[in-house]
């Protein structure tokens, strides 16, 4: 140990034998200095943020420098949008500080928000369908010539910015007839075009195919080397091993801790995100099936009524359909439930004949779908949780012709507390709800149902990894409860972990069969790319 009296206004300068100190512990020290000269771009601090009856944030902490991309995570309802919404002045902070390049600033709006260089893509993008690519990126903000908008300068700004952002398009093509992957980059060169500093980035690939994906880490990586901060947000955690300098997790509105560019790794981002080990993710003990539920025999769908699919399911199973993009798995979980009637073939439930000419002939048999997409077509946001909840049920639950609200308020509570939602209450407007919890109340809702036959798509789609442990851990107990569930999932380690056997899908036809004890991924991308043509009985 050594000691240093050191008087006002004197300077000691202490000279250490340090070769045989650690390397690595030499390089976080130079790391360390060096990140303490550095001034963040964007920095916040103390940010506060309550809603009526919900307190979003409280003293969060952030920093984004030049070059630099920030991962922020957390689960779903941990704050992570109202963060990004204050940042680009959506909304205003209740209390806090933001400095810009080490200014104190206020940014009240979304307009003020992009004057100090900051951008947000949401994650339904902000742009008109209807509108050239060109007049989307410069849309508000046209260039003008004699009064009138300079079609020809828009469109030759336009191209260069598409062209830092790696999209071949012409500035003239219509937005609509681009694809989401390609909507994305022009949402970006929007961006650029507002000379942003810092780009903020809510769930990029949610909507995007493998290759689109590739060229959104390319076009990422580029606007770092060019000097751009991101701020990126995902569920996907490879994503983030893969792009992040830095990750900043937020759990329940507070900061939970941060990770640097070389302890980025899959476990150490979910201890923070969820607080504790997540020693088996998938907590699936399989059943011994029962008694035979939903037979499906040689029935056609709409899209691929040249193709029949023949199948079984049995109480208590959990059966994965898998299979790429394009495989026909959503038309087959929509044919059974009738949003689009089949072509040919039959159906049963519980031995009965089922004709799905519709879906309330599906949930009269027995069957509920929790659809892919669950605020277009799981839930209405704008209603409250309760009313949701038990929006299924209210034929059912007449009483003399007029609605039993003594009953409806019931089933809301009853599914509430078995779906552990989180919510003020059920009069909470939907809309407010975290993704894992408006994910809760379509299932709630259909559990009040007591279905037979359970289809879920895509049913983790867009929530947080521990909102996914719960949702995996309902349909556990739905399982040993009975209900037979078929469900479609992108992510292979789902489908690995969570069905008792798979089926798998290739253009509109069943190519093959797995059991639990054959499942892997060389296994079902084996059947998924089509090299295999022995459909399942």
């Known amino acids: ?34 990140d303490s000269r550095m001034t963040a771009w964007l920095e916040v601090s103390g940010i506060c943020k309550s809603f009526p009856g919900v307190r979003a944030l409280h003293e969060v902490d952030l920093a984004v420098r030049e070059g630099e991309v920030v991962a922020l995570l957390g689960e779903n309802g941990a704050g992570k949008s109202t963060l990004m919404k204050i940042l680009a002045g959506v909304q205003p902070a209740d209390s806090g500080e933001m400095k810009v390049e080490g200014k104190r600033v206020q940014i009240q709006s979304v307009q003020e928000g992009l004057d100090h260089g900051i951008a947000l893509i ?24 004699a009064g009138l908008i300079d079609e020809k300068e828009m469109m030759r700004q336009s191209r260069e910015f ?8 012409s500035p003239e093509t219509l937005l609509g007839d681009l694809t989401i992957g390609k909507q994305q980059l022009v949402e970006i060169a929007k961006a650029l075009s507002v000379d942003a500093k810092i780009l903020i980035m809510d769930e990029p690939t949610s909507s995007l195919s493998a290759r689109e994906t590739e060229r959104l880490f390319e076009v990422v990586k580029d606007l770092r080397s060019r000097g751009v901060g991101i701020v990126y947000i995902s569920h996907r955690l490879a994503e983030v091993v893969e ?12 900061n939970a801790g941060s990770l640097a560019k070389d302890e980025i790794e899959h476990d150490a981002m979910v201890s923070l995100m969820v607080g504790r080990e997540l020693s088996q993710f998938y907590a699936h003990n399989p059943q011994g099936p029962g008694e035979l539920v939903l037979s499906v025999d040689r029935i056609r769908t709409p899209v691929h009524p040249g193709h029949e699919i023949s199948f079984e399911l049995r109480a208590g199973e959990i059966v994965g359909l898998a299979g790429l993009v394009g495989a026909g798995r959503t038309e087959l979980l929509e044919t059974l439930f009738g949003v689009a009637p089949s072509v040919g073939g039959s159906v049963s439930v519980g031995g009965k004949p089922c004709s799905s000419r519709n879906p309330r002939e599906a949930i009269a048999a027995g069957l509920a779908l929790v659809p892919e997409d669950r605020k277009q077509q799981g839930l209405i946001i704008d209603m ?4 949701n909840i038990s929006l299924a049920a209210l034929k059912r639950d007449q009483k003399s012709g007029f609605l039993n609200f003594g009953a409806e308020k019931e089933i809301s509570a009853e599914m509430m507390e078995k779906m552990r939602i989180k919510t003020p209450s059920d009069r909470q407007i939907v809309r407010f709800l975290s993704g894992g919890n408006q994910q809760k109340v379509v299932l709630g809702k259909w559990l009040a149902m007591r279905p037979k036959v359970l289809l879920l ?3 983790t789609r867009g929530i947080d990894i521990g909102a996914k442990q719960e949702i995996y851990a309902l349909m556990e107990e739905l399982a040993e409860s009975g209900v037979a569930i078929l469900f479609v999932s992108s992510e292979m380690e789902e489908i690995l972990g969570m069905s008792d056997r798979a089926l798998v899908m290739h253009e509109g036809r069943i190519t093959g069969e797995l059991q639990r004890g054959e499942l892997s991924e060389e296994a079902v991308m084996h059947l998924a790319t089509g090299r295999e043509s022995t459909e399942a009985a």
């Open 384 to 387: 409250a949780v309760g009313d």
């Open 243 to 254: 792009l992040a300098d830095r990750v900043v997790v937020l759990r329940d509105g507070e």
């Open 1 to 34: 140990m050594i000691r240093l009296d050191v008087g006002t206004g004197q300077y000691y300068f202490v000279l250490l034998n340090i070769s045989s100190l650690n390397e690595k512990f030499l390089g976080r020290i130079g790391s360390a200095c060096l």
């Open 162 to 169: 598409l062209e830092k952002v790696g999209l071949d398009v």
């Open 122 to 145: 949401h994650q339904e993008l902000n742009l008109a369908s209807n509108l050239s690519v060109g007049a989307n990126i410069f849309l508000g903000r046209e260039p003008k010539k």
């Open 457 to 459: 798509d895509e049913p």
